[in-house]
Every structure is written in C-alpha cells, then in structure tokens.
C-alpha cells in the first residue's frame, strides 16, 4: 500500500505545530488565506480561453471559497481520486494535481495532455479550474476529460480550496483583484 506521501501530508501540520508552536502556523494561514498586503502581489486571474464557460461568477466563486473548508474539499477530492493523485511521482489516467493552483495548464513533465489541453496557453486560476470542472468539454474542447461536469460551485470551490491547502506552495487564492 503507497499511503506514505498522504500520511506524510496529514501530519505534516501536526509536526510543524510541534516544531514551531501553534502561532507560526496561524501566522502561515492567515498569510495563505488573507487578503494580499499592499507591498505584496495579488492574484489576478489571466482572463478564460475564447469560447469558455464561466463556471459561476468571480465574486460567486471567491464567496463559495471563502465558506469552503479544506475537510470538506478532501471529501469532493475522492471523486477525482480515481483518476488523479495527489503523489507528483504516482502514474494515472490524469495528472498529479499537486501545486495545480497557479501552475500552467498541460506542465506535469511526462503527461500525455490532449491537443485540446495541450494548445492552451492559460493557468489553473481558481477561475479556470472551477470553469474547467463545471463544463469539461466546453473550457476545452476536445479535452481527454471523461468525468461528468462538477455541477454543484460549493462543491468545485472545495476542491479547489483542498487542492490549495495542500500544494507546496499555496496560491494566495483570496486575493483575487475584481475584474473592471
């Protein structure tokens, strides 16, 4: 059984409360979740590829994420699950979604993307993941993408909150600017 890099994962929080104290991990997650500081770049979402579906508005998706718990996004996760893991090293029917928020679309090294995804020139943006998994063939078409859209936006916004949580290096997700 491989569930050593998942294990490692869930009690990596447990061994750095130990190591540093519980304040530098409040420190780290409100630096994650909170707002961008002024000195600090903000996340800007890079607008969708011609043709693609929204998936819900910006401000619907921020306020979905906003009321979304890592927990719950580990349980919408278990679909994805069968086709995706979370071991950058693991071979499957898709990608490794580790680090996928911000990362740029078709770039795990060694992955046979479809054209469809392939040809694009965008990057998992919670926008673009949400868009992506509310209509798969319609962000783009042509994907390889074989599961039924992710219907529910409480449901996508989980997941992609989870999926955040748990990259080396979270996007700083909250800190989507308005589009004017």
Known sequence: MRRTPLLFLL???VAAAAFFGKSALVREAVDVFAPAAPD??????PPAPAGASPGGGEADLLALMRAASVDEGAKVFRRCGACHKLDPTARALGPHLVGVVGRPVGAVPGFDYSEALAALEARWTPESLSAFLADPKGWAPGTAKTLAPMEDAADRAAVIVYLNA???EPAPIFAVLPVD
Do not use: C, V
């Not at 600090?40 to 979402?45: G, I, K, L």
């Open 40 to 45: 600090r770049p903000a996340y800007a979402a």
């Open 166 to 168: 748990i990259a080396p």
């Open 11 to 13: 009690a990596l929080p």
